[in-house]
């Protein structure tokens, strides 16, 4: 049996989180980190947010940038951050700006798809011929079960990334890779109350345990599906959203 001190120790493993200069990622890193891997922080545009994340983890760390929406970048991406334990596939694209179906151009769409979907599977693809035991956590939404209206190509491109979880689970389990994903709620973030306090208001009547998803427990959630403690579960997707996901739609 493992001991519970050991059940969480990530000393001497590797992990690339994408999209991890903002948002969850900083979050996951620290965890990670915490926990005793080595991080590897990739960004897009944010280079000072990421070479401060880096600097500031405890252990061996650097940054890395990468244009998800091109393949040969994501590849190249892989080929400078490997080989690896641990892939968080964390970022996406424009979040969720807001975008009737009616009115979105083709590009948007696409940009979405690339960067919340395809650069995920070219990622598992150099995974999975990697040779080596691996745990990959796959940052979702309820949007990707319940779509917001303005929301149908983040909510698409989080549909899909959950499936690609479970073929993945399916079709890489014989390599001893564990795939599987988180789908959060509504994420607390500084100023949102003041921002957007009508929408808080919503979620937390809406909800039945009334209150926002914290970064830090989204994260812990992370640390939870790459460790030891959750060798025998993959493709699965955990849902973090206060209950919501129980309540009746009608």
């Not at 980190?33 to 545009?45: L, M, P």
Request: hydrophobic letters at 45%; charged letters at 20%; proline letters at 4%.
């Amino acid at each position: 049996m493992i001991s519970v001190t050991n059940l969480f120790d990530l000393k001497n493993k590797r992990a690339l989180i994408t999209g991890a200069s903002s948002g969850l990622g900083p979050y996951i890193a620290k965890q990670l980190d915490a926990a005793g891997a080595s991080v590897i922080v990739h960004y897009y545009q944010n280079q000072a947010g990421a070479e401060s994340l880096a600097a500031a983890l405890n252990n061996p760390s650097f940054s890395i940038q990468a244009d998800l929406t091109k393949a040969e970048k994501v590849v190249d991406l892989f080929q400078h951050s490997a080989p690896l334990d641990i892939l968080i596939n964390c970022a996406a694209a424009e979040s969720q700006s807001v975008a009737d179906l009616s009115d979105i151009d083709t590009k948007r769409w696409r940009e979405t798809q690339q960067t919340n979907v395809e650069a995920p599977l070219i990622l598992l693809q150099r995974l999975a011929v990697q040779d080596r035991a691996a745990s990959v956590v796959n940052i979702s939404s309820i949007e990707g079960t319940r779509p917001a209206s303005g929301h149908g190509h983040y909510s698409t491109s989080k549909a899909a990334l959950e499936m690609l979880t479970k073929s993945a689970a399916l079709e890489f389990g014989s390599k001893n890779i564990r795939v599987n994903a988180i789908a959060p709620g509504l994420i607390w973030r500084e100023g949102i109350e003041d921002n957007w306090p009508e929408g808080v208001a919503a979620w937390q009547d809406a909800a039945p345990l009334g209150r926002l998803i914290r970064p830090e427990q989204i994260a812990s959630a992370v640390l939870f599906l790459c460790s030891s403690a959750a060798e025998n579960i993959t493709g699965t997707v955990l849902t973090i959203d206060a209950g919501l996901s129980v309540k009746s739609g009608w």
